[in-house]
């Protein structure tokens, strides 16, 4: 299993990017993603989570109205919509995968993780 995260970059405050995560090497529609992100000096944390129709989402309260989860089964890829974006969420955020038709919000619950991108939000 491969997961490949793209569409970090550059963007002041304010700003909008949305991230892709494409998964190859199984069947993508019977897993439930992630995406989690790192800042310098913290530890890993939880942002979104979608199940497998992506029927149900799960959002952290800090980006609640703010970051919108979803996903393309026939592409195998899920995206992560960022607006309003705060300094704060700068970070390198990750994607990840479990096999499975539930979702959660604990980063040990995933099997599979992507490489990571990073996002900077200028002030």
């Known amino acids: 299993v491969q997961l490949q995260a793209s569409g970090g970059g550059l963007v002041q405050a304010g700003g909008s990017l949305r991230l892709s995560c494409a998964l190859s090497?199984?069947?993508?529609?019977?897993?439930?993603m992630a995406w989690f992100r790192q800042a310098p000096g913290k530890e890993r944390e939880f942002v979104a989570a979608?199940?497998?129709?992506?029927?149900?989402?799960y959002y952290a309260d800090s980006v609640k109205g703010r970051f919108t989860i979803s996903r393309d089964n026939a592409k195998n890829t899920v995206y992560l919509r960022m607006i309003s974006l705060k300094p704060e969420d700068t970070a390198v955020y990750y994607c990840?995968?479990?096999?499975?038709?539930?979702?959660?919000?604990?980063?040990?619950?995933?099997?599979?993780w992507g490489q990571g991108t990073l996002v900077t939000v200028s002030s």
């Open positions: 990840a995968a479990r096999p499975s038709y539930s979702i959660t919000d604990s980063k040990g619950e995933y099997d599979y």
């Open positions: 090497g199984r069947t993508f529609s019977g897993a439930a």
């Open positions: 979608i199940n497998w129709s992506g029927g149900s989402t």
